[in-house]
């Protein structure tokens, strides 16, 4: 038995017991996967569309605009 895994757990916020039924939601490997690959194009496009200085990066938008044609429609 291992001591850092477990089936269910309870969330409390001092005497308050926080309804974790919205909170906790169990994802397959592959949608969390895609979920990342989601948040670093977000975060990329973001980026580019900043004012920041690496929103001026050759490699970050060659990498953006590969990304956006190895995209299925």
């Known amino acids: ?3 850092d895994s477990c089936d269910s757990f ?4 001092e005497k308050r017991k ?3 039924t919205q ?3 169990p994802v397959s490997f592959s ?3 895609e979920a990342h690959q989601e948040i670093v194009v ?5 980026i580019l ?3 920041w200085t690496i929103a001026r990066s050759k490699r970050l938008i060659e990498h953006i605009e590969r990304q956006k044609k190895d995209e299925p429609m």
């Open 1 to 3: 038995m291992c001591s």
């Open 42 to 46: 977000e975060t990329e496009e973001t």
């Open 18 to 20: 926080v309804d974790t």
């Open 31 to 33: 949608e969390l996967t």
């Open 23 to 25: 909170v906790f939601q």
């Open 49 to 51: 569309q900043s004012d």
């Open 10 to 13: 309870e969330l409390w916020q």
